[in-house]
Structures are given as structure tokens and as C-alpha cells.
């Protein structure tokens, strides 16, 4: 049986390979769009809490990751958050801004989901799921892929199957291998927007208090984030912990501050004076949980009123509060992250095309490529760019 001719080839029917699909629909192409999984783009319906988080409306070059900060303009710049919002009115699906610029669906992500589907669809691609890609050769300035629904040969060969995060949906390293077979690099991938696990007395005191968030600043290095923390049975998590797991370093302690809004030292030996009788307890839960001040007091063996507490004790309870210097042992990994950081090294790609430079027509798009978005919807956004971006040449 002789192969099938296709234009273009994409391997990853999620977010990026479906708008590139589209897009090189759109121009005429013909496209065929494979995935191994069942289900079409199991990251968008599981994302937001069910309601995909799709863009951000603040998007810029500095709300992304890699070893080149400056490959991500090209695409961000020519397929934009307000591109991606038109097409999502155009569909008639409401959306609303949750907080910090972030956009999701009123009713469901599989609105998304079917947006993209139908407008691939319209364009005359032809997507099968539950495909495996079995051999990929290139030969005579033409792609020869063998799976098994069949075999079929392209000019254009496009991989958007992702990075490892969240394997129980299908996650591979696939990518990662046919960039290596064409010789292009990989930046060692590894689990990012994850949260963190501790070990010891610190795990025993995060098990105490799970379930209890609070605001705070998160930092590593020079990067730091102010959102919410949350104590879990194995650590901390939350929109800060996520934040800077992507940066954080095996090995490497953290910062962070509970109060970002205050001085806790001033207010505690403020309350000294103005409110002596005030056990210490009462005056703290006044800007913290109550259960992570009994923590926090039980920690240091403290208690009592205020007025009896010494200027060295008033200072170690600031410390802990604005300055809380903490060692995870480890990230939850894969299971739960929400991308992979790292991946096919940018300087091996065009950023204006997203083509390999050494490979003619072999293209590499969204979380796959060492392009990693902050949380909020910016890897939404990376997927919606870079596939339009191949998708406008392939």
C-alpha cells in the first residue's frame, strides 16, 4: 500500500498542534494531525479547574522561561493574547478575567477544546487519535512516517506532543527523541509550576497545618512571587510555590515572608506598648491563620502576654514571619506538575518560523521547546503562538 501525501505532518493534537493545524488548514494545506491519546487535548479540559485558564491578557517576553529569554518575541509578537480572545468571541464563548490578568471560560474549557476541533475541521484536517507514531525517516527532502493506521509522507513534519508533566494524561518523551535523532539539542527537562516537598521536622509541621493557605512572597535568587501558599500533607503549594518551583534549584534554600504588608518586629513591639496585656497569640492572628500561629508559637516555645516577651523573642517571631528561610528536599515531579521546563534548545530552532535550523522542515512547537511560561494562562498562550507561527509555513 502506498503512503498517503500530506503537505504537513503533526505529531500532538493539544493546544499547539491543533492551532497549527488550523492555521496551515487555512492556507490550503493539506494537514494530517496524529496523538496517541483517546481524548483530544486532555491538558486544555483538565486546565483552570476544568474551565482552561486560555490566555493572559498581560503576556509579555518576561512571563516566560529559557535559556534564551528573546526567542519567545518573534511568536508572542505575531500571534498576540488579543488574537486568541477574537477567536474565542467569535465562537460566542464567554469568558471573564479571574485575577492578575488571567482569562477563563463562564462555563467550560471544552468549549475550547470544540472551538479548536471545529475550526481544524473547517480547514480540512485530518485528525486521528489513538495513533501511534512508530518510525519517522527523512529522506530526498521528504518526511516518511510509518504508524500504526498507516504510513504517509510530507514535506513539513511538525512535533507538538508536549513535555512529562501529568503522564496519567497521555504525557511522553517522544519529542525530546526525534529532536535528538535529527540532531538537535535538549535542554535536560524538568518538572516546573510543581509544588514543593520537605523532609523531616519541616514535613511534620507542613502535615499540621494542611489545608492552611495564606498570602505570601515567595523568592529564589532574584526572582520572587506574592500569591497564595498552601500547606499540603507532603509540603507547600499554591499559585507562589508554583511560581518558583520553575526557578528554584535542587539543593538551594527559599525565601519567604508570610506578612509581605508588614514589619512584623515594628508591630509586635508597637502591640507592646499599646496593648501589654495582649497575649502574643491573639496579636499575631490578627494577620495570620490561627492554626499556623499556634505553629509558629509552639515552634519557638512561646507564649504568653506580650508585655513579658523580650526584644530577642519579639525578633526570632519576625524573622520566622517576614523572613522564613526554608530547604525543600524535592519537587512532586511529574504527577502533578503543570509543565516541563526545559526541552529542544531554541538555538537549534528559527524563532520566526519555529523550523529546525540544521533540518529542513522538521518544526517543533509548545511546551516541547525550552519555552516555559509563568502560571496564569502564559503556556496557553506559547501553544496559541508558536503554532500559528508554523503553522503560517509549514
Same mark, same amino acid.
Given at each position: 500500500m502506498r503512503d498517503l501525501q500530506y503537505d504537513a505532518v503533526i505529531i500532538g493534537a493539544g493546544a499547539a498542534g491543533l492551532m497549527c493545524a488550523i492555521e496551515a488548514?487555512?492556507?490550503?494545506r493539506t494537514v494530517w494531525l496524529v496523538d496517541h491519546t483517546k481524548k483530544t487535548a486532555e491538558k486544555i479540559r483538565i486546565s483552570g479547574g476544568g474551565r482552561c485558564n486560555f490566555t493572559n491578557i498581560g503576556t509579555s517576553p518576561a512571563n516566560f522561561i529559557s535559556q534564551n529569554p528573546h526567542f519567545c518575541k518573534s511568536a508572542l509578537k505575531q500571534y498576540?493574547?488579543?488574537?486568541?480572545i477574537a477567536m474565542v468571541e467569535k465562537h460566542g464563548i464567554k469568558w471573564h478575567e479571574k485575577k492578575l490578568g488571567q482569562l477563563f471560560c463562564d462555563n467550560s474549557a471544552q468549549e475550547i477544546i470544540d472551538m479548536l476541533v471545529?475550526?481544524?475541521?473547517s480547514a480540512g484536517v485530518r485528525l486521528d487519535m489513538e495513533t501511534n507514531v512508530e518510525t519517522i525517516k527523512y529522506k530526498d527532502g521528504s518526511y516518511h512516517i510509518v504508524t500504526d493506521k498507516g504510513a504517509a509522507t510530507c514535506t513539513s513534519f511538525v512535533v507538538a506532543c508536549g513535555g512529562l508533566s501529568i503522564p496519567k494524561i497521555g504525557a511522553s518523551p517522544m519529542g525530546y527523541k526525534i529532536a535528538k535523532q535529527f540532531g538537535l539539542e535538549v535542554i535536560d527537562p524538568e518538572p516546573a509550576l510543581v509544588p514543593l516537598t520537605f523532609s523531616g521536622a519541616l514535613l511534620d509541621q507542613c502535615k499540621s497545618l494542611s489545608g492552611v493557605? =495564606?498570602?505570601a512572597l515567595v523568592s529564589f535568587e532574584k526572582n520572587a512571587f506574592r500569591e497564595? $501558599?498552601?500547606?499540603t500533607h507532603r509540603g507547600l503549594s499554591g499559585p507562589s510555590i508554583l511560581q518558583i518551583s520553575s526557578y528554584w534549584q535542587e539543593g538551594q534554600p527559599l525565601k519567604i515572608n508570610l506578612a509581605p504588608d508588614l514589619d512584623v518586629l515594628s508591630h509586635l513591639k508597637s502591640a507592646r506598648h499599646g496593648k501589654a496585656k495582649q497575649d502574643i497569640s491573639t496579636i499575631l492572628s490578627g494577620f495570620l491563620p490561627a492554626? $499556623?500561629?499556634?505553629?509558629?508559637?509552639e515552634e519557638f516555645a512561646v507564649a504568653g502576654r506580650i508585655a513579658d516577651l523580650s526584644d530577642k523573642k519579639l525578633q526570632t517571631l519576625a524573622t520566622r514571619i517576614n523572613d522564613w528561610k526554608i530547604l525543600p528536599a524535592g519537587t512532586e515531579g511529574y504527577r502533578t506538575a503543570e509543565v516541563t521546563r526545559g526541552g529542544v534548545d531554541t538555538d537549534a530552532l528559527?524563532?520566526?518560523t519555529m523550523e529546525a535550523k540544521t533540518q529542513k522542515g522538521l518544526y517543533f512547537i509548545g511546551e516541547v521547546v525550552d519555552v516555559t511560561g509563568h502560571l496564569g494562562g502564559y503556556n496557553f498562550q506559547w501553544a496559541w503562538s508558536s503554532g500559528y =507561527?508554523?503553522?503560517?509555513?509549514i
Open positions: 488548514g487555512k492556507r490550503g498576540t493574547q488579543t488574537d486568541f471545529n475550526e481544524a475541521k493557605s =495564606v498570602d497564595g $501558599l498552601l500547606f492554626r $499556623l500561629v499556634e505553629s509558629i508559637l528559527s524563532s520566526k =507561527v508554523a503553522g503560517q509555513h
